[in-house]
């Protein structure tokens, strides 16, 4: 057999074992299930304790659309935090870029920030307008 092919065998092992494993964990679940009576109770849908009642496709606010962008904003910032966190020892240690690397992250966080005194300002975070 080539040798590049047998690089792959392990692979399938691993791919045979979880699929063997997922197919062995349903088949031992459906023999030794427990079956009790089924009641309309059990068979509702639970949605974080609520009972489900009214239409399944309600409108939301804009405000909740606002926040859920937001948040995402923000989250994108600490995404683009994280790697400059981890080089910024290498920058230091590159002559002519201590500077560089300082002012270039306080820009951007000065950026967002910006951002989010504007989202305060304009009451983006007021859940209850």
């Known amino acids: 057999m080539d040798e590049q092919l047998q690089q792959y065998i392990p692979v399938l092992i691993l791919g045979l074992v979880a699929v063997g494993f997922a197919g062995s964990v349903l088949v031992l679940s459906y023999l030794f299930g427990f079956r009790g ?11 974080c304790g609520m009972l489900p009642v009214g239409e399944a496709n309600s409108r939301l606010s804009v405000k909740f659309y606002l926040v859920a962008m937001l948040f995402i904003l923000f989250d994108i910032e600490v995404v683009f935090l994280y790697p400059w966190a981890v080089v ?3 920058l230091l240690a590159v002559p002519g870029l201590q500077d560089t690397a300082i002012i270039s992250m306080l820009s951007f966080l000065g950026v967002l920030l910006v951002g989010y005194i504007y989202a305060v300002k304009k009451k983006a975070f007021d859940w209850k307008n």
């Open 37 to 47: 009576k089924r009641t309309l109770i059990k068979d509702t849908a639970y949605e």
């Open 88 to 90: 910024y020892r290498h």
